[in-house]
């Protein structure tokens, strides 16, 4: 805080990060937004001219960056229009030589060495900016979200309490989350709130580093997206390995595949805890914890549960509606659009009007959804990846769900591309596990019951990958376009 103050800081100030999951990151978090300037948490998975195009739509002062990114830097570093000097977050010893001469360097540790360690904190009104994060958006440019201390605080007390992570001085809890993105769920908030250990995993995303960290650190509970999950799994398979001290790992950005629920529970002891958020939504404001009625189901009853969403925490109202605008019966099979609205739920983007997106006090999600009558949401499909084929629509979230399932299938995804027929008609794409001798043939005999017949892929196409974003959630609009013309053709 010091520092900043120095560097001529001033209250409402967009401080930009480039940054993974660290010490330093987190130190960022308290003092900027302490000082009442704002943290700009930037994604470094983006491409290098959306990168700028964020920065400088923040119209940001200043940009910290991890050491790993300095060479993206110096890729669009001349093209920023208001930053003023760059920090590199660093030990002395490690501070590169910039290629470029557009804008002063410093190095983090050089900057706060020898500054007192007490801080005249000022005091400013909740509805101060403290935080701002664009949408990982897989189409057009990201939008940003502009969050309070009000917001940040009531969302870290929700997301500490028993309704969502439930953490305590016990638990120590390993964010795999970025906290480029939406603020890494909240973990750096809620963790310190509720005096839990935070274990950071830095640019350690491989299977390998997690395992050494969980198990060095004795992590008990871990946040991430399904496919981190996936990772995980892959290397303790392959290693013949446990994760002894893992009780939880709560899951989101994307649908729980049944597959990996049932996997974590029978294999590792692991309750797979569903949340879902959007970056408009603080993120976190839906969970299933395994409360001890949950957990006195039969597995059956309970996995099914693992697969929703979960239920809204206290706070939010979270409903969905049909195409005209009215509330749809919750009644586990009627869907509509999920709308939801509450104390840490963003009611504008940063600088846009987007008046379809907010509307009468909602946020529209654009996620299309199921809730039953005990209040469990179940997310069907987004808007946009719904197949419509012959006028009824298809899930495509169901399919990858019980594709999931079948012992040899790693990874599945399914779209929906152009028919002469009927207008659209599902494809389903299959990353093999390893050493696995996988047909098709027997992904169709395995579906054969499961789904409708006219759900039934017309192909299925064994890859060896399938695109993700830096966030881990699957880019469908590439695979759309890459077999756009399959079934045209």
């Known amino acids: 805080a010091h520092a900043l103050t120095e560097l001529e800081v001033q209250p409402g100030d967009r401080i930009a990060t480039l940054a993974w999951n660290t010490y330093r990151h987190v130190e960022l978090?308290?003092?900027?937004?302490?000082?009442?300037?704002?943290?700009?948490?930037?994604?470094?998975?983006?491409?290098?001219?959306?990168?700028?195009?964020?920065?400088?739509?923040?119209?940001?002062?200043?940009?910290?960056?991890?050491?790993?990114?300095?060479?993206?830097?110096?890729?669009?570093?001349?093209?920023?229009?208001?930053?003023?000097?760059?920090?590199?977050?660093?030990?002395?010893?490690?501070?590169?030589?910039?290629?470029?001469?557009?804008?002063?360097?410093?190095?983090?540790?050089?900057?706060?060495?020898?500054?007192?360690?007490?801080?005249?904190?000022?005091?400013?009104?909740?509805?101060?900016?403290?935080?701002?994060?664009?949408?990982?958006?897989?189409?057009?440019?990201?939008?940003?979200?502009?969050?309070?201390?009000?917001?940040?605080?009531?969302?870290?007390?929700?997301?500490?309490?028993?309704?969502?992570?439930?953490?305590?001085?016990?638990?120590?809890?390993?964010?795999?989350?970025?906290?480029?993105?939406?603020?890494?769920?909240?973990?750096?908030?809620?963790?310190?709130?509720?005096?839990?250990?935070?274990?950071?995993?830095?640019?350690?995303?491989?299977?390998?580093?997690?395992?050494?960290?969980?198990?060095?650190?004795?992590?008990?509970?871990?946040?991430?997206?399904?496919?981190?999950?996936?990772?995980?799994?892959?290397?303790?398979?392959?290693?013949?390995?446990?994760?002894?001290?893992?009780?939880?790992?709560?899951?989101?950005?994307?649908?729980?595949?049944?597959?990996?629920?049932?996997?974590?529970?029978?294999?590792?002891?692991?309750?797979?805890?569903?949340?879902?958020?959007?970056?408009?939504?603080?993120?976190?404001?839906?969970?299933?914890?395994?409360?001890?009625?949950?957990?006195?189901?039969?597995?059956?009853?309970?996995?099914?549960?693992q697969t929703t969403a979960g239920r809204a925490c206290f706070g939010v109202d979270m409903e969905i509606f049909d195409s005209e605008g009215h509330p749809v019966p919750h009644d586990g099979s009627s869907s509509g659009e999920l709308k939801v609205r509450g104390p840490w739920i963003t009611s504008s983007y940063y600088r846009r009007d987007d008046p379809e997106v907010f509307k009468d006090g909602w946020l529209a999600t654009g996620d299309i959804a199921v809730i039953d009558s005990h209040g469990y949401m179940k997310v069907i499909d987004r808007k946009k990846d719904l197949i419509k084929s012959g006028g009824e629509w298809i899930s495509s979230l169901d399919i990858e769900n019980i594709t999931s399932q079948h012992p040899a299938v790693n990874e599945c995804c399914v779209i929906g591309v152009k028919h002469p027929k009927w207008d659209e008609r599902p494809l389903l794409l299959i990353v093999p596990n390893q050493n696995t001798d996988l047909r098709k043939e027997e992904i169709y005999q395995f579906l054969e019951g499961k789904i409708a017949k006219w759900w039934m892929p017309d192909d299925i196409i064994l890859v060896d990958s399938l695109p993700h974003t830096g966030t881990g959630k699957l880019i469908k609009h590439e695979l759309r376009d890459k077999y756009l013309n399959l079934f045209m053709e």
């Open 29 to 305: 978090y308290y003092a900027v937004s302490g000082i009442g300037a704002v943290i700009h948490t930037v994604n470094p998975r983006l491409l290098a001219d959306q990168i700028q195009w964020i920065i400088n739509d923040a119209e940001a002062s200043w940009l910290f960056v991890d050491l790993s990114f300095v060479p993206l830097l110096e890729e669009f570093v001349h093209q920023l229009k208001t930053v003023k000097g760059i920090v590199v977050l660093a030990d002395p010893e490690h501070q590169p030589e910039l290629a470029h001469q557009w804008l002063p360097s410093y190095n983090y540790e050089a900057l706060i060495q020898g500054k007192p360690t007490t801080f005249a904190w000022p005091v400013f009104p909740e509805h101060t900016a403290a935080m701002l994060c664009y949408t990982s958006g897989t189409t057009g440019n990201p939008k940003g979200v502009l969050s309070s201390h009000r917001s940040i605080v009531l969302h870290a007390q929700a997301a500490a309490g028993p309704e969502l992570l439930q953490l305590d001085s016990d638990v120590v809890l390993m964010p795999m989350v970025a906290m480029y993105h939406v603020g890494a769920w909240g973990a750096p908030y809620a963790a310190l709130l509720a005096g839990s250990k935070l274990v950071l995993p830095g640019a350690g995303m491989s299977g390998a580093d997690m395992y050494e960290l969980i198990t060095t650190e004795q992590v008990t509970v871990a946040l991430g997206v399904p496919t981190i999950w996936l990772t995980l799994h892959n290397h303790l398979h392959t290693q013949q390995l446990t994760v002894p001290s893992l009780t939880r790992v709560c899951v989101g950005g994307a649908a729980s595949p049944l597959g990996l629920v049932k996997l974590y529970h029978e294999r590792y002891q692991v309750y797979w805890q569903p949340i879902w958020g959007m970056t408009e939504t603080g993120p976190l404001v839906t969970s299933a914890p395994p409360t001890r009625e949950l957990m006195a189901l039969p597995l059956k009853q309970r996995y099914a549960i």
